[in-house]
């Protein structure tokens, strides 16, 4: 009886040292989440007359303040994953909460033009430290029993940001909301240099004894415990054979194999399919949207945008429970063809609509966003890691997140004057569009991953029952 008690407090103890690290590792998360949802509010407040710059900013200059965290997000992936190898997990991400507090901290200084173009740029830092180190972090300290929920406070975290931005920001005057902005980096900065090292990067110092140390208070056991000595070995494993990995050299071999380059363009193709979805330009730009249907909905722009606020939460804390039910491929692909009905009816409502039935741009919003928390933004995420063994999954997933951060750049950047020039109906029917391409494009060449083996999973790639027709549907 005694050693079960013993046994069940050291694995609760575990747990809670884990969670503990997790909670505090998430805070840059937390914080560029506020800087996504931060553009929204402040945005619509910084080209009205009641501006607190001096004058009125222009819209272009706010769509370049969409896209330039991105454009900057695309080479600091590899920048990022320069900084994880040589200089450790914990300094990359001290580092991405101090380009998050610099970024407020230029806002506070001055609403010129240039600092807050400036300021949206240093978040793209945050873009990639948010992505790059968070995940890595996480999985190098956590056990497999709550690596899963461990993973899940990213993009919780994420949102959550978003959801309190839309809030304070609709609440608070500039400055206000800018402060408490600020606060959650320098928070991060004062308390996470008491939290440790990942012994994975510790063992890579030849630093053998301090991992052991921190991995043994990290799974409450002590330094001699045969538990202890078991996963360390592992580890010792897992980096001698991650040591013969090269960059260069794991890329021509990622696109030289059939079956691995085909799994490659089918990453890359799910990857597009989530970012041109235009979840990430509503997020961006709500007030806005929602002040052009405003008709006579009870709520104002930015009550609106909170709603999708808290709908992109509770899609966020569904997708996990989701994603094991119902598979990835039956979830992405529903997601996905929802998504693309939902914006061909919101464009119809801009297209039609004199200003009645304003409810349902706000639903159609909803379910969209809803859609992309709870498929479109998790699974091919899942996909990925499932399709690459770990020789490749760190060259991929820094391609593919460069190549996400470049989709979306562009994306912000074109939003609102081709919205201007064209119309907002036809932006969000060239979104249906890409959902609806992508829903045919999974039905037909994306593989189900779920409690598959990558080897059954590439028989199925280069089995004899797939046809080049998937490469000419990626190439379009």
């Known amino acids: 009886m005694l050693k079960y008690t013993v046994k069940k407090y050291c694995s609760e103890g575990s747990k809670i040292n884990q969670v503990m690290v997790a909670v505090l590792m998430v805070l840059p998360v937390f914080s560029y989440g506020m800087g996504i949802g931060w553009l929204s509010p402040m945005g619509a407040r910084l080209m009205s007359e009641d501006s607190p710059a001096a004058e009125a900013v222009h819209p272009d200059v706010i769509s370049w303040m969409a896209s330039v965290p991105y454009l900057v997000g695309t080479p600091a992936v590899f920048l990022f994953g320069f900084i994880v190898d040589n200089y450790g997990r914990k300094k990359a991400l001290m580092f991405t909460s101090f380009s998050m507090a610099v970024a407020w901290g230029l806002k506070l200084y001055s609403t010129e033009n240039w600092a807050l173009i400036s300021a949206r ?25 709550i690596r899963g929920t461990l993973g899940s406070l990213v993009v919780l975290s994420q949102n959550l940001g978003n959801l309190l931005v839309y809030v304070i920001g609709e609440y608070l005057c500039y400055h206000a909301t800018l402060w408490i902005c600020l606060a959650v980096p320098l928070i991060h900065l004062l308390v996470f240099p008491t939290m440790p090292e990942t012994p994975s990067y510790l063992l890579k110092c030849g630093k053998i004894e301090e991992a052991r140390s921190i991995l043994a208070w990290l799974r409450c056991r002590q330094t001699t415990d045969t538990v202890v000595d078991s996963e360390l070995q592992t580890l010792l494993l897992e980096l001698e054979q991650s040591n013969s990995r090269k960059f260069f050299p794991t890329l021509k071999t990622l696109v030289s194999d059939r079956s691995t380059f085909r799994a490659f363009r089918i990453t890359l193709t799910i990857t597009l399919a989530r970012e041109l979805c235009g979840c990430l330009a509503v997020l961006h730009f709500a007030s806005l949207i929602f002040s052009k249907a405003a008709g006579d909905w009870v709520l104002s722009a930015n009550e609106q945008a909170m709603v999708l606020g808290v709908v992109q939460l509770v899609g966020s804390c569904t997708a996990s429970s989701l994603v ?16 693309g009905v939902a914006l061909t009816a919101l464009g119809a409502w801009f297209a039609l609509s004199n200003g009645e039935h304003a409810w349902l741009p706000v639903l159609a919003l909803c ?56 119309g907002l109906y036809l932006v969000f029917w060239i979104f249906a569009g890409v959902c609806l391409i992508s829903t045919a494009y999974i039905i037909f060449y994306v593989p189900e991953t779920k409690r598959r083996s990558i080897e059954e999973i590439y028989a199925e790639l280069g089995g004899k029952k797939e046809k080049d027709a998937e490469a000419d549907v990626t190439r379009l």
């Open 367 to 422: 379910l969209c966003i809803y859609c992309d928390a709870a498929g479109l933004q998790p699974v091919p995420f899942v996909i990925m890691t499932e399709m690459f063994s770990f020789q490749y999954r760190g060259t991929v997933t820094s391609i593919v997140i460069a190549f996400a951060c470049a989709l979306v750049s562009v994306q912000l950047r074109v939003f609102q004057p081709l919205a201007a020039e064209v």
């Open 324 to 339: 094991e039910r119902t598979g990835r491929k039956p979830l992405l692909g529903t997601t996905c063809a929802v998504s």
């Open 121 to 145: 740029a240093v978040i793209g830092f945050g873009v990639s430290g948010s992505y790059v180190v968070t995940p890595l972090y996480i999985k190098e300290i956590s056990d497999d029993c």
